[in-house]
């Protein structure tokens, strides 16, 4: 369990950890570049994830996985919303996030049947094709990407903050270890407390930050943010532990633990396409509160 839990870990640490440094290339250089290379990225790694031999090739795999991941992810509301008018942009996010919801659902529902069939090399390359889809698409519909930005990108503060994010989800990761290696573990919590120092510094002195901390001081923001942090943190807990209990605890086949697990990214899609729908009428932060309900309910009824 401890080293299939690295090849998560390794993915999600790589893509959170270069979201803001990607998006930031991304206003300087155009976008849609950006999210087209994160596709070629992904494409390479899902081909080498599929024919990995051994646990460190996959892991690394998975770091470039997420670092492709981090490319689209980072560009991909710029791309969606520039195309549409401030008041259309509510709504157009919400079919963004229900597109999320959608594959969602239908990657744990495939891929429990291909598992099933063909391994779980089937995972990886299965996906391959459709990155590469995605990536003919951009090429033929050549979409705008929004005006650039002139500022410049700061290297130094891209790289604290990468490392500063890195550290904060290893030391999460290694919480449970601090009876066996106490020493280890302060020393994470150290670095990643001196990285964190060192990016603030960093931020306030630079003419073209890659993070605005002065948006923060907007206390609505920072409490909207810690909130979404802490929703987000929750909800990742049951992708990580529920698949062990479906197929070592539940007597379900591999399919039908797909199944289960593409329920909740089902129930995504739906509320993310009415959620942008009743935006102006009901209002974000009462959809935002009626949301956060939803996740304590159900993590307290699993």
Same mark, same amino acid.
């Given at each position: 369990l401890k080293e299939i839990r690295w090849v998560v870990i390794a993915y999600v640490a790589t893509y959170a950890s270069l979201m803001l440094v990607f998006g930031r290339i991304g206003d300087l250089f155009g976008h849609a570049r950006v999210f087209a290379g994160g596709l070629v990225v992904c494409s390479i790694a899902f081909a080498i994830c599929s024919i990995a031999d051994n646990y460190h090739w996959l892991l690394a795999a998975r770091v470039l996985q997420g670092i492709g991941t981090a490319m689209v992810l980072s560009c991909g509301p710029a791309l969606a919303t520039h195309l549409y008018s401030e008041q259309h942009r509510p709504r157009i996010l919400?079919?963004?996030?229900?597109?999320?919801?959608?594959?969602?659902?239908?990657? &744990?529902?495939?891929?429990? !049947? *291909?598992?099933?069939? #063909?391994?779980?090399?089937?995972?990886?390359?299965? $996906?391959? &094709?459709?990155?590469?889809? !995605? *990536?003919?698409?951009? #090429?033929?519909?050549?979409?705008?990407?929004?005006? $650039?930005?002139?500022?410049?990108?700061?290297?130094?503060?891209?790289?604290?903050?990468?490392a500063a994010t890195v550290l904060f989800l290893l030391t999460v990761s290694q919480l449970e270890q601090f009876a066996a290696a106490p020493v280890r573990t302060l020393l994470l919590v150290g670095l990643t407390f001196a990285t964190t120092i060192g990016f603030i510094r960093m931020s306030r002195r630079a003419a073209s930050p890659i993070l605005d901390l002065g948006a923060f001081g907007i206390t609505s923001f920072a409490w909207i943010n810690a909130a979404n942090v802490v929703v987000n943190f929750t909800g990742f807990a049951t992708m990580l532990f529920v698949p062990y209990f479906l197929v070592r605890v539940s007597s379900l086949p591999l399919w039908q633990s797909g199944m289960v697990m593409a329920i909740g990214p089902l129930g995504m899609m739906i509320a993310s396409n009415l959620g942008g729908r009743m935006m102006h009428g009901v209002g974000a932060g009462r959809i935002a509160l009626a949301g956060a309900a939803c996740v304590a309910i159900g993590l307290g009824w699993m």
């Open positions: 919400g079919v963004y996030a229900m597109s999320f919801g959608l594959g969602g659902a239908l990657g &744990p529902s495939l891929g429990g !049947a *291909l598992v099933d069939v #063909w391994g779980w090399p089937a995972v990886f390359w299965s $996906r391959l &094709p459709l990155a590469l889809v !995605a *990536l003919i698409l951009m #090429w033929l519909l050549r979409l705008p990407s929004p005006a $650039r930005d002139s500022g410049r990108f700061d290297i130094g503060s891209a790289i604290v903050l990468a």
